[in-house]
């Protein structure tokens, strides 16, 4: 059975760093493009980042550039997410998606296959 499992959701202050992991069971993640969607309540999902299958490839959001950045480790089948000043409008459930077409990195949501059940992400004080 294929399946994403995102974790490291939390609580943060404004300011703070969280770092979200996406883990991948049942199937290799090397030739999966992956993005990070979040949904905060009221609003659309939107994409927040994507890294291509070989990682060279990445994107980001305007209003994350700079303070998120995407890796991966194809070793551990995970990708990452590291979130550094954190905002309250960061506030969201993030998910995690995999993208079968290799070699392509977009933030669009209905292009992803497989998706995550999201970890909650808070910034306040």
């Known amino acids: 059975q294929l399946q994403l499992v995102e974790s490291g959701g939390g609580l943060v202050q404004p300011g703070g760093s969280l770092r979200l992991s996406c883990a991948a069971s049942?199937?290799?993640?090397?030739?999966?493009?992956i993005g990070w969607f979040r949904q905060a309540p009221g609003k659309e999902r939107e994409g927040v980042s994507c890294?291509?299958?070989?990682?060279?490839?990445?994107d980001y959001a305007d209003s994350v550039k700079g303070r998120f950045t995407i890796s991966r480790d194809n070793a551990k089948n995970t990708v990452y997410l590291q979130m550094n000043m954190l905002e309250p409008e960061d506030t969201a459930v993030y998910y995690c998606?995999?993208?079968?077409?290799?070699?392509?990195?977009?933030?669009?949501?209905?292009?992803?296959?497989?998706w995550g059940q999201g970890t909650q992400v808070t910034v306040s004080s």
């Open positions: 998606a995999a993208d079968q077409v290799m070699g392509r990195c977009r933030r669009i949501r209905y292009e992803y296959d497989y």
């Open positions: 049942g199937f290799t993640l090397d030739y999966y493009a």
């Open positions: 890294i291509s299958s070989s990682g060279h490839i990445t």
